[in-house]
């Protein structure tokens, strides 16, 4: 399931930048939000067709305080970190944009402690070696995984003066392996266990940061930039739908959803993170560009060795497919 999940995801997220660059390059760029209105319309239409509707037996407690104080701590290292980079320096707004995330995040953990299992981050389920495991290589690769996915076509357009729709073709090549190899990803953790897949997919994505580095001001697509996003396509195949199966399958069945919402939030917040990391690069132009750009590949190659390496805290032995219960 989890590599038919990952595939479907793949499909639609390689079309669009493709579309975005067309519309950016004979229109205003404020026209792309304007697709996702049918999009949105069409997801839920579909779903309110679709999707079982069961009676709930229960009236589950909303973490109201979590979420809030998620919210402010997130948002407030997003705002301080973006501040930073940008060159703000230490100022009145940065000091207070840190503090107020770093005390949310502190109280969300102290928040947590106090739910228990009512909680919306249950602190039981991060007594699991797989599922700390799991989140801290999800947080670190997807952090990489999103400082490439910003910054190619980034300077492909600013720096090596590549066409706009060019560049959301780049990735394409990304999102067709993932929609191929995701779904024979449970034949690769049969075979090879629950820990390899990872490990393989950890290696890619490190050797495409590493190539990244070739990326010049005179880069063309085949030569320069296809082999990076080749290595990056199969690195994130390898791991995605593996690490999906490994979070559901490493807590209990009723676990089961709580743990994967954790982990997707995991990935967005190590993406969050990135991004705001990225600033002084995104303001950069020139020579200055592909120097700040060459040193974030260094900084998301030296996350995905990381990455690697949490690897090996996750509890070794034979994958186990995941069993939906009802």
């Known amino acids: 399931p989890g590599g038919t999940w990952s595939a479907a995801a793949a499909i639609p997220s390689g079309v669009a930048p493709a579309f975005a660059g067309a519309i950016i390059d004979h229109g205003s760029w404020r026209t792309t939000f304007l697709m996702l209105l ?21 009236r589950p407690r909303v973490d109201v305080g979590g979420a809030i104080l998620s919210v402010f701590g997130l948002g407030g290292l997003g705002a301080g970190l973006t501040s930073l980079t940008n060159g703000s320096g230490l100022d009145l707004w940065v000091v207070v944009t840190m503090l107020v995330g770093m005390g949310s995040l502190l109280g969300l953990i102290a928040n947590e402690r106090r739910l228990g299992d009512n909680a919306m981050l249950p602190p039981s389920i ?5 599922v700390v495991g ?30 706009t729709f060019v560049a959301g073709l780049a990735f394409i090549p990304l999102q067709l392996l993932v929609a191929v190899v995701s779904p024979l990803a449970g034949v690769l953790c049969h075979r090879f266990g629950r820990r390899m897949p990872l490990f393989a997919g950890g290696v890619a994505v490190t050797v495409a940061c590493a190539m990244s580095l070739r990326i010049g001001s005179n880069a063309t697509y085949w030569v320069d930039i296809f082999p ?8 994130m195949s390898l791991a995605i739908a593996p690490l999906t199966t490994l979070v559901l399958t490493s807590v209990a069945s009723d676990r089961a959803g709580t743990a994967a919402g954790i982990n997707s939030a995991v990935s967005r ?16 132009g020139g020579p200055q560009l592909f120097s700040g750009f060459h040193m974030a590949m260094v900084a998301a190659a030296i996350a995905c060795v990381l990455a690697t390496s949490a690897v090996l805290i996750i509890e070794p032995g034979p994958h186990v497919d995941y069993i ?3």
């Open 126 to 130: 991060l007594t699991s070696r797989s």
């Open 269 to 284: 917040a190590g993406s969050l993170i990135a991004i705001a990391l990225l600033g002084g690069v995104l303001q950069q």
């Open 228 to 235: 990076a996003v080749l290595l990056l396509a199969l690195g």
């Open 134 to 163: 799991a989140n801290l290589f999800t947080a670190l690769l997807y952090g990489a995984f999103t400082v490439m996915l910003t910054l190619i076509p980034f300077v492909m357009i600013r720096g090596a003066r590549l066409p």
């Open 324 to 326: 939906p219960h009802d």
């Open 38 to 58: 049918p999009m949105v319309a069409i997801a839920l239409a579909v779903g309110a067709a679709w999707l079982p509707s069961h009676p709930a037996t229960t």
